[in-house]
């Protein structure tokens, strides 16, 4: 048979190495490089069990498993900032072995759970723990309505890793030496008074199941909630929502009756005509592995949707080749890149925010690079309760001092809510403002003022 060959001509020159790192995934048994992990096979790696038992929780526990990988400067820097820190720690042994340990003060995973004393930087002044206001929008413990049609459930506060930033570190995991934690409802019984609340509000009909993390739920239990909120007529969607798939995707794998459970209240809710899907949270792109993506694998094949909610970070994800690869590396394994917020304004991490102009930056270098719909939205949660804004809505952005003012008509008509950049990222003119409390508020003032008539009442976080 004869060959024709067709000569195509190409307008674009040919993709270099940059455009394929998405594709790059980490192979191989690379845990081996840990000395506690050196003769873990991949059958034992795997098994979610074992990877909550080994989960480092004390700096005498990371020393056990790194051993000599770590300088004992490294070593006396974590346990000053473990004491210090306001979030218990907990990191899996699959998200200790990502750690470049020749380098972890700057890794981008040590960074996001592994507190260093050395660091730390001072909690921006007008910092709170609750900075969104989540108690004053819950009607019953562990139930948020804040938006008209949608609550936010806290069935549990535990979770399968505890990240340093956390926005409910007032609840989240056990009491640390700086936070004695609210406390949520965590038993069916207490759950009952949330299903009622929500069945007598006809408005809600997006439910997001969190915590805690819905990884720690029980198959039993994540059955009795998935059902229980499907069964009341107006719920419409529902999202589960776990950090898991970002620091242990071994359970995807390894938890059959987890995994089970979840597909049952998947399919259940579609033979209803109601939309249930996972939201998870990656910030790194070092956290997508061949584990991922086999992970991710099967909730595609059984038809389970996953959306991302990353979290701006600096030094993890805030520069533009950074935000790229991961936003590229999640389209990759099916998961669809849905939010990156603002860091909140959390106590003790002041290090790990950055300011919104960089989420700006970012956001215009990423859009273009990549199909529209996996184009994340850059979002700032407003301090105080004013609700995710896109990051470009602000009523008026003090850039020099940090102040950036954003109004939520259809959230909280007529109050003006207050994002500030984190003071060491400003001028060291505008540092030696913030120093003085007076000129600060005349700061704060003048920015509202130029924000305009949009609000009427302030709301700080
Ligand atoms: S997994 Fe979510 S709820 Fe748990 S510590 Fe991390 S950010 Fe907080």
Redesign the pocket.
């Known amino acids: 048979m004869n060959e024709t060959t067709i000569e195509i001509k190409h307008l674009k020159p040919p993709a270099g190495p940059e455009q394929f790192e998405h594709r790059n995934l980490k192979q191989g048994e690379f845990w081996r490089h840990v000395p506690a992990y050196k003769d873990v096979d991949e059958t034992t790696f795997l098994d979610h069990l074992w990877q909550q038992k080994h989960a480092v929780k004390t700096p005498d526990e990371l020393l056990d498993a790194i051993k000599d990988l770590c300088t004992p400067e490294f070593f006396a820097d974590v346990a000053d900032g473990f004491k210090r820190a306001p979030?218990a720690v907990r990191v899996s042994p699959y998200a200790l072995s990502l750690i470049d340990w020749s380098d972890p003060v700057n890794d981008p995973i040590r960074r996001q759970f592994v507190p260093l004393a050395s660091t730390l930087l001072p909690d921006h002044p007008r910092l709170t723990l609750d900075s969104l206001h989540e108690q004053d929008d819950s009607p019953v413990p562990g139930l948020v309505h804040r938006y008209v049609d949608k609550a936010l459930f806290l069935p549990l506060n535990t979770?399968p890793?505890?990240?340093r930033f956390?926005?409910?570190s007032y609840a989240?995991?056990p009491d640390t030496e700086n936070v004695d934690k609210v406390g949520l409802a965590k038993t069916p019984k207490q759950w009952e008074q949330a299903f009622q609340y929500i069945a007598e509000r006809p408005e809600i009909e997006d439910i997001v199941i969190?915590?805690?993390?819905t990884y720690q739920l029980p198959a039993k239990n994540l059955t009795l909630i998935g059902n229980a909120l499907l069964d009341i007529p107006h719920v419409r969607r529902m999202r589960f929502a776990t950090?898991g798939p970002a620091i242990m995707p071994m359970k995807i794998i390894t938890d059959t009756a987890w995994f089970d459970a979840l597909t049952q209240v998947v399919d259940r809710g579609r033979s209803m005509g109601k939309d249930v899907v996972l939201h998870t949270?990656f910030n790194a792109p070092e956290e997508i592995t061949w584990i991922t993506q086999k992970a991710m694998n099967m909730l595609f094949e059984r038809g389970i949707f996953v959306r991302n909610q990353s979290v701006l970070i600096r030094g993890v994800n805030d520069t533009p080749e950074r935000m790229q690869l991961l936003v590229k590396r999640l389209e990759y394994v099916n998961v669809h890149p849905y939010y990156v917020y603002m860091h909140d304004m959390v106590k003790g991490v002041e290090e790990l925010r950055t300011t919104i102009q960089t989420s700006i930056d970012l956001e215009k270098f990423v859009r273009g690079s990549t199909a529209g719909f996996n184009t994340p939205l850059f979002i700032c949660d407003a301090p105080g309760g004013g609700g995710k804004r896109d990051i470009h809505s602000f009523d008026y952005y003090d850039r020099e001092n940090g102040i950036c003012v954003y109004t939520a008509p259809s959230v909280k008509k007529g109050k003006a809510f207050v994002y500030f950049d984190p003071v060491d990222k400003l001028s060291p003119e505008a540092q030696a403002r913030w120093a003085v409390k007076e000129i600060a508020d005349q700061m704060i003032a003048e920015a509202l003022r130029k924000a305009g008539d949009a609000a009427d009442e302030l709301v700080l976080a």
Request: hydrophobic content about 20%.
């Open positions: 979030m979770c890793v505890y990240c956390c926005t409910r989240i995991g969190s915590g805690g993390d950090k949270h």
